[in-house]
């Protein structure tokens, strides 16, 4: 294996190629490098804005050091959650969907009972008078 120093070592010379190493983006470990110790070099004299480069055997040693099991565990944990939520989500939208469309055929259903009882009613008024004004109807004393 070859040494993190080694002059054949492939370098990463820009935030972006340290950032596609680790499939994150650039402000992402620019933050590790401030906040976590993100292990990059820089020229001697000069402040933090300038060319960066990184050796891959740096990175990877330092993110086996400074993230433990319980950091991956905990984030399929969280991954596992998100997606989760995005069920339920889901299931909440297409209760909702479900619930939606119920709510206009019950509407639609009550319309048309309402014009059932109305056609009865109007049947029974016209039965009413026409038992009324038959001529077989039977007077009662």
Known sequence: MKSASSPNAPVLTC???IA????????TVQRWERDLGLPVRRPDGVDHKTAVIA???????WLHSRWS???????????????????????ISDGLRVSRELQRELRALRREHRDLIDQLSSGLSELRESCQQSPWRSTRP
């Open 69 to 91: 099991r319980r950091s991956i565990e905990n984030r399929h944990e969280a991954d596992q959650l998100a997606i989760d939520r995005r069920i339920i989500s889901n299931e």
């Open 15 to 17: 935030w972006k190629d």
């Open 20 to 27: 596609n190493y680790f499939g994150k983006g650039v402000r």
């Open 55 to 61: 050796y891959p055997g740096d990175l990877d040693d």
